[in-house]
Nanobody
């Protein structure tokens, strides 16, 4: 059974940083793309970042480009999201997602497995 477990969320002031982690088990982690998505109250799930199986070619939503960095450690079966210069509008539940295919996507429907989410709250 595939499992994704996020951690690292919390409360931070605007301008601060957080590092989210997503540990995976039960699949061949290194062969598939990974992604991060966010969902704020009353809003749809939004794409944040994705990374291909090899760790190259990260791709970001315009709203986080230059502030967030996605990376992965295939030896540890873990993907990370470094979040810098956080803004109140970044407040949301952040979800890690895994895709069976090697290349990433910005569409939630193209991911096969999801974590339970971790709350990020940015105060002004």
């Amino acid at each position: 059974q595939v499992q994704l477990v996020e951690s690292g969320g919390g409360l931070v002031q605007a301008g601060g940083s957080l590092r989210l982690s997503c540990a995976t088990s039960g699949r061949t982690f290194s062969s598939g793309a990974m992604g991060w998505f966010s969902q704020a109250p009353g809003k749809e799930c939004e794409f944040v970042a994705t990374i291909v199986w090899s760790g190259s070619m990260p791709y970001y939503a315009d709203s986080v480009n230059g502030r967030f960095t996605i990376s992965r450690d295939n030896a540890k079966n873990t993907v990370y999201l470094q979040m810098n210069s956080l803004k109140p509008e970044d407040t949301a539940v952040y979800y890690c997602a895994a895709r069976s295919r090697p290349y990433g996507s910005s569409r939630p429907s193209e991911y096969d497995y999801w974590g339970q989410g971790t709350q990020v709250t940015v105060s002004s």
